[in-house]
């Protein structure tokens, strides 16, 4: 199983942009596709973006297409998102997934799951 830990969330101003960092460690670590989801208090997890491990493919949610780009570095085994004009309804907990594929993820048949980051957005 692949261990995620996630780094970079904090407190922004509305239209800054900010980015995150999931390292992931383990044997198996380059078998999975990695997302990002994010949770705000009584809702369920919400998915954001996808990349996988062997290529270039991503998904982005319409909610913040054209916002936040989900990419990695194989060589650090480390995924990214970076968010740009971020908005005071960003505000959530932010979670690194693992999954074996783009759908599982979308779907939350995830493996593997970071602590979180929290990212707070003030207007």
């Known amino acids: 199983q692949v261990q995620l830990i996630e780094s970079g969330g904090g407190l922004v101003q509305a239209g800054d942009s900010l980015k995150l960092s999931c390292a992931a460690s383990g044997r198996t670590a380059s078998r999975y596709t990695m ?5 705000t208090p ?3 997890r919400e998915f954001l973006a996808a990349i996988r ?6 998904s982005h949610a319409d909610s913040v297409k054209g916002r936040f780009t ?3 570095d194989n ?5 990214y998102l ?3 004009d971020l908005k005071p309804e960003d505000t959530a ?3 690194c997934a693992a999954a074996l594929s783009a759908h599982m993820l979308t ?3 995830v493996d593997s799951w970071g602590q979180g980051t929290q990212v707070t957005v003030t207007s």
């Open 53 to 58: 491990w062997s290529g270039d493919s991503t």
């Open 70 to 72: 989900i990419s990695r």
């Open 82 to 84: 970076q968010m740009n």
């Open 93 to 95: 907990v932010y979670y």
């Open 42 to 44: 009584g809702q369920g």
């Open 75 to 79: 060589a650090k085994a480390t995924v």
């Open 107 to 109: 779907i939350g048949r």
């Open 35 to 39: 997302g990002w989801f994010r949770q």
